[in-house]
């Protein structure tokens, strides 16, 4: 049972425009919610992160925007560029002692330039 | 990516062939993780070490065994594997695993693993 869906699996984007992919959960002991990027013949890494407490953050032109009572997220790349082009992975976290991510399924992302 | 580094980066294999693949984190982390990744699936957890401790696994099958002699190293051992786990196997460490806090997870580039 996949606890994280994610959307689109795959998204082409002019360069300059928003990418936007979404994730949904069921499990509300979910407490955190990362997203990784991943580029090819690499590990995925860290890119942005985001608690329940708080319904949008921002880091340069990645945004997270959190809606707690639908149990969606969802990352927004403003200004995308061909750099972007990455696979991006929702994650999810859960509470308690046992603190393993929960990954969505990934959303491959070409920007065209 | 020299902070988790992973050998060999390829692996082509026969479904008889015992092979191991290597993990090591120069990052002073004291919690290791292996992860598979297959294609349009979502990672998965498949061990994970705490202090050189097994404190999880998801029911991964037999014919994969984890060693962790050190916090800084990570193997798992392969054998008699079934053409459906190939797949890219990642290692990944963080500076703990529990005690309701997010550590951040930091991953090697994998293993691309055929099996034939």
């Known amino acids: 049972q996949q606890q994280v869906k994610q959307s689109p699996q795959s998204l082409i984007v002019q360069k300059g425009g928003i990418s936007i992919i979404n994730c949904a959960y069921e499990?509300?002991?979910?407490?955190?919610f990362p997203w990784y990027q991943q580029f090819p013949g690499k590990g995925p890494a860290l890119l942005i992160a985001?608690?329940?407490?708080?319904s949008e953050k921002k880091e340069g032109r990645f945004t997270i925007s959190f809606n707690k009572s639908a149990k969606q997220f969802s990352l927004h790349i403003m200004d995308s560029q061909p750099g972007d082009s990455a696979t991006y992975f929702c994650?999810?976290?859960?509470?308690?002692?046992?603190?393993?991510?929960?990954f969505g399924s990934g959303t491959q992302l070409t920007v065209l330039p | 990516e020299t902070g988790v580094t992973q050998t060999p980066r390829h692996l082509v294999m026969g479904m008889t062939n015992k092979k191991s693949l290597k993990c090591e984190q120069h990052?002073?982390?004291?919690?290791m993780y292996w992860y598979k990744q297959s294609a349009k699936k979502p990672l998965e957890l498949m061990f994970v070490?705490?202090?050189?401790?097994?404190?999880e696994n998801n029911s991964v099958p037999s014919r994969f065994s984890p060693e962790c002699p050190n916090s800084s190293h990570l193997f798992l051992h392969l054998h008699t594997l079934q053409p459906e786990d190939s797949a890219l196997y990642l290692c990944?460490?963080?500076?703990?695993?529990?005690?309701?806090?997010?550590?951040?997870?930091?991953f090697g580039p994998g293993t691309r693993l055929t099996v034939t």
């Open positions: 990944a460490s963080s500076q703990g695993s529990s005690g309701g806090h997010f550590y951040e997870q930091y």
């Open positions: 499990n509300t002991a979910f407490d955190y």
């Open positions: 985001i608690r329940p407490d708080v």
């Open positions: 994650a999810a976290i859960g509470g308690g002692s046992a603190r393993q991510l929960t």
């Open positions: 990052l002073g982390h004291n919690a």
């Open positions: 070490y705490n202090f050189k401790e097994q404190t």
